[in-house]
């Protein structure tokens, strides 16, 4: 089969198209042809080896290279065949899963344990549901999990034409928060139309200091300090952070929000929630009723074909990405 390959750290100059030998499934996974996989940023993260400590703990990487060879966790595809043990899907099954535990997506097939896909919902092509699994998990998290965002609450969300803050303007509407939804001028009228109450253009504006309170503020950039980000809060409201970001250079920042955890660690437990951990296909059943049910939708910025993977994950890494960007592996 085909699939992207790496061998060293680097740029995506070190990814490669490759023939390598088609995986058969264990006891409880499914062989899944892959129709579509979706670009995150610990793709490129994964990819470089970085930040260094991640070497040390992450199961894909090792200290020198990659031990896994195959990069991508967000799939949407066909159940080809299953293991012995497998009970909840047949050959032919339309899925959608996050392989964040084994990677391989940027391929034409992969195998899965059964517990990290999901029927795929019905109302969506295989692109669309490939953009869902990492980004709206970490969405719906934050916001119910960390922010426990209620009806009728003030929520600001900070970075919401990316690829989590997408989903969060869409799932804060859902839970019944107003949403004020922060982003640059050209991308006022996508979060508009995502359903944000309030849009502030950081251009022209400063949110921190426009005088409004929320009661939970989502912030998924890491470019504001938490003194600022405090200041935007109601008495008992919540920061949650999330994610690398971009910082005030524009480059994307992975060392940003570690280093808002660590200040949030001193400065105050109870305001400051960092959200470090999203289960990988826990969510998948209930994102799904809420897509089906027209409450989510997955926005796609630009499509690349599975030989292009590489300028896919160099779009996300450099050139500030708005929503999703997926890789199309099959016809």
């Known amino acids: 089969m085909k699939a992207i390959v790496q061998d060293r750290y680097g740029s995506s100059d070190a990814l490669r198209l490759a023939d390598v030998n088609q995986p058969a499934p264990a006891d409880d996974e499914v062989l899944v042809k892959i129709e579509a996989a979706s670009v995150n940023a610990r793709d490129w993260h994964l990819m470089r080896g970085d930040p260094y400590l991640a070497r040390l703990a992450a199961p894909a990487l090792g200290r020198r290279g990659p031990k896994t060879k195959i990069r991508g966790s967000d799939i949407a595809g066909r159940v080809e065949a299953v293991g012995r043990a ?56 934050g916001l119910r999990d960390y922010g426990r965002v209620k009806p009728g609450q003030r929520v600001l969300i900070n970075g919401a034409s990316g690829g989590v803050g997408t989903f969060a303007v869409q799932l804060a509407k859902s839970m019944g928060a ?102 990988p296909g826990r969510d998948l059943a209930a994102l799904r009723d809420l897509i089906e049910s027209g409450q989510l939708t997955p926005v796609i910025d630009r499509t690349y074909p599975l030989e292009r993977a590489p300028d896919a994950i160099r779009y996300v890494e450099v050139e500030h990405a708005r929503a999703k960007v997926v890789v199309t592996v099959g016809e």
Do not use: I, W
């Not at 084994?102 to 029927?119: I, T």
């Not at 139309?193 to 989502?218: C, I, M, P, S, W």
């Open 178 to 279: 107003t949403v004020t939804a922060v982003c640059s001028t050209r991308n006022v009228d996508l979060v508009s139309k995502l359903g944000a109450d309030h849009v502030v253009d950081y251009t022209r504006e400063d949110f921190a200091r426009n005088g409004q309170r929320y009661d939970v503020v989502f912030d998924l950039v890491g470019n504001r300090s938490l003194t600022e980000l405090r200041r935007t809060l109601t008495a008992d409201g919540t920061v949650v952070l999330s994610g690398g970001g971009v910082s005030g250079n524009g480059k994307v920042s992975f060392l940003g929000p570690m280093r808002l955890t660590l200040r949030g660690l001193v400065l105050s437990r109870r305001q400051v929630r960092v959200l470090t951990t999203v289960p």
């Open 86 to 141: 497998v009970t909840t899907f047949g050959p032919g099954d339309e899925v959608y899963g996050d392989l964040r535990e084994s990677d391989g997506a940027f391929a034409e097939y992969v195998c899965v344990p059964q517990s990290r896909v999901e029927r795929k919902p019905k109302n969506l092509s295989f692109a669309q549901a490939a953009a869902v699994p990492l980004a709206a998990s970490t969405a719906l998290v």
